[in-house]
């Protein structure tokens, strides 16, 4: 410690200088190199993940048919399901008549107010 004691101001600035840089060049190597890990991790994860969807679908549609033998239900293919109905409205709709609208003039339910 007594050779910091002994340098001048500029060198100590620096060498607080340089040894903060020092830091943040090792963390920085530290954090590139545990982000490229995870990240090996995530895709061997993605592809584990994608291969297993259909076997968890099975599993559920295995659970639903015992549950129906269970039940004494009769086990048959669910029905098809109806086209989606459209959610525009076509462009040739009629259109409503519009509400009446009181003539210009005197209106007599506004004389109680």
Known sequence: ???FTNLSI????????SAILFL??????????????LDARAMALAANVQATLPLGIMDRDAHQLAGQFQAGQS????????????SRIPVHAPIAKPHP????????????F
């Open 101 to 112: 609208t009181p003539a210009a003039g005197h209106d007599e339910s506004w004389d109680e």
């Open 75 to 86: 086990v048959a293919p669910p029905a098809p399901r109806a086209a989606p109905k459209p």
């Open 1 to 3: 410690m007594g050779f």
């Open 24 to 37: 943040t060049m090792a963390l920085g190597l530290f954090t590139i190199t545990r982000v490229e890990c």
């Open 10 to 17: 500029r060198n100590k600035i620096l060498t607080a200088f």
